[in-house]
């Protein structure tokens, strides 16, 4: 193992027996972020009332504003929720739907996503439109043209992901973006696998909505997610849980407000955010991106050899980041019922230790290969190893 990736393993707890190549899902938290967790638990725990009544708001306007100065967005437009999945059903709630409108989706959109727009629109009446983006992915123009092909006069909200989860595809977001801005149509981007991944400045981007977990890439705890919606859309914004409403500490109301205060409950995770940029400021961004899309290219060349099958988009930076899914001959089965695994997800953990997702997407058997600072090419070649051993050639 080279000393720089040595030295990166061992700001976080990973077990020195585990091959974690599952980021993309549940990301490491390294220490130093857990020791901001742990410090703001502890101001938490000292004295409560104090806590919430005269240092919460302003502490968490602190967060907001440095995580707004890493994706181009003002504190004022941002709120903190538990994860991505929160934000996204926080719009759905608040977007008036009637009978005959349509809800835009791509056919790359994760489970809960297209879930979440499918309950929303039986609700209403409404539509769910699926667009079915060709292969092979690529983030050009046409991609985009094939996207706005399936916008209609009906269509009142737009949703994607900047980088999808089952597939690990970039889409074109500014241009995306741009278009929908042209056509009058409202956009909600998902972005929990974009955060840290690429440079965001969403007031440039100029969506809607914007939806998060830091607890991705951004290697921010567990329940730390955001929000961020566009100002002229932030009085229409209806919280999933009513509680008192204002601010606690007497401070001028605001539309987060309702978002502050659902209750007692533990705001540590999203005050340990800035600890988690500092984190990367150290290593330094391009750093992280340049190693990390790397390790997913040599994954993705090394997989292809032993699979004869194509990887799902081209080979370039701009299509896929640290995280790349790559097709695997079914082998005679068919995708597993709901909940249940696939047989060799399970054999990679339970006889090599390996953490790595074995999903089904449309069809196509797929293995998604996520790597962080702590992952080298030692990783990616016992995986190859393993798969080697269950005969995986097309």
Not at 67 to 73: E, P, R, S, T, V
Not at 139 to 165: C, E, G, M, P, Y
Not at 245 to 256: E, L, V, Y
Not at 316 to 332: A, E, H, V, W
């Amino acid at each position: 193992m080279p000393l720089q990736t040595r030295a990166w393993r061992s700001a976080w707890s990973l077990p020195a027996d585990v091959t974690f190549l599952n980021h993309g899902s549940f990301g490491l938290v390294p220490f130093d972020v857990q020791a901001a967790r742990e410090t703001w638990q502890r101001r938490v725990y000292a004295n409560p009332m104090n806590f919430y009544l005269r240092e919460m708001e302003v502490a968490l306007v602190q967060a907001a504003e440095r995580l707004g100065h890493l994706i181009g967005a003002a504190a004022r437009d941002l709120v903190f929720v538990d994860n991505a999945t929160m934000a996204m059903n926080i719009v759905a709630q608040s977007i008036e739907l009637a009978a005959g409108d349509e809800v835009l989706l791509t056919n790359h959109e994760y489970g809960a996503v297209r879930r979440i727009w499918q309950k929303r629109c039986d609700r209403s009446g409404a539509k769910l439109v699926i667009c079915n983006l060709p292969q092979p992915l690529d983030a050009t123009s046409a991609l985009a043209d094939h996207l706005f092909s399936a916008v209609s006069a009906r269509t009142k909200l737009l949703v994607f992901s900047q980088i999808s989860s089952p597939t690990a595809v970039i889409l074109p977001a500014e241009e995306i973006c741009r278009r929908a801005r042209d056509a009058g149509v409202r956009v909600c981007v998902d972005g929990p696998h974009a955060l840290g991944v690429v440079p965001l400045n969403l007031e440039q981007l100029g969506c809607d909505y914007y939806c998060a977990s830091c607890h991705k890439w951004l290697c921010a705890p567990t329940g730390s997610g955001f929000l961020y919606v566009s100002r002229k859309l932030q009085i229409q914004l209806n919280p999933m849980m009513v509680s008192w409403g204002g601010s606690i500490a007497g401070r001028p109301p605001t539309w987060q407000d309702e978002y502050n205060w659902q209750g007692t409950r533990d705001p540590a995770a999203c005050l340990a955010i800035p600890a988690a940029i500092d984190f990367f400021e150290r290593i330094g961004w391009d750093t992280f991106r340049t190693r990390t899309h790397e390790l997913a290219k040599f994954a993705r060349e090394s997989i292809t050899a032993l699979t004869g099958m194509e990887a799902l988009v081209p080979d370039s930076p701009d299509s896929y980041g640290p995280m790349i899914s790559l097709p695997l001959p079914t082998n005679g089965l068919s995708a597993p019922a709901q909940g249940q695994r696939d047989p060799l997800q399970d054999w990679l953990w339970s006889s090599c230790r390996i953490e790595v997702p074995i999903t089904w997407w449309h069809g196509q058997r797929l293995i998604r290969v996520s790597c962080h600072l702590y992952n080298d090419e030692e990783d990616i070649e016992k995986l190859v190893k393993a798969l080697d051993r269950v005969s995986l050639r097309d």
